[in-house]
């Protein structure tokens, strides 16, 4: 990993983690590699996905679920493998890429680039859960899930340069 996300993840969670308020949790869930071909799956890609957000590697490292949650994140992923009207679309479709363990889905990727008990206002997890997606996405990831960048643009500003 570039050691410049490194230092921001880490400027970001001495700042917004472990608030009392009301906290959001961002986890990341590892999705199978056959994701890349599936049409319909690639459809609701958010990184990398048109003209401002192109495709940077040939090759990607991985493919990936940013998300955001204010149950516990084992009990998210949990809703996630039930598939049902509350899953993401990936989980749905079948792309996770382990639907019987967090630890072997999400555990690892989650304690390196998630946060735990983000507070809610000023819309900071949103923007906590986009920043992250696009710094895996600029890491060399394929990122399914966050969207907040869509309709507030701040990726790129202090603090989430």
């Not at 609701?44 to 998300?67: A, C, H, I, W």
């Not at 690892?108 to 923007?127: A, I, Q, R």
Request: proline content about 4%; overall charge positive; charged content about 30%.
């Amino acid at each position: 990993m570039d050691e410049k996300f490194i230092d921001r993840l880490n400027e970001l969670r001495v700042k917004f983690e472990f608030s009392k308020e009301a906290p959001k949790h961002i986890y990341v869930l590892k999705l199978d590699k056959k994701i890349r071909h599936d049409k319909k799956a690639l459809k609701s890609r958010t990184f990398p996905n048109g003209p401002d957000y192109p495709e940077l590697f040939d090759n990607p490292k991985g493919m990936v679920y940013v998300g955001l949650t204010g149950l516990a994140v084992e009990e998210r992923y949990k809703v996630h493998c039930a598939k049902g009207k509350k899953a993401a679309k990936v989980a749905k479709l079948g792309f996770l890429s382990n639907y019987s363990s967090f630890e072997k889905c999400g555990k690892e990727l989650t304690d390196s680039f998630g946060f735990y008990k983000v507070g809610w206002k000023e819309n900071k997890p949103e923007k906590i859960e986009s920043w992250v997606a696009w710094s895996l996405y600029k890491q060399g990831y394929w990122v399914w899930g966050s969207h907040f960048h869509l309709s507030s643009h701040f990726l790129g500003t202090k603090p989430f340069h």
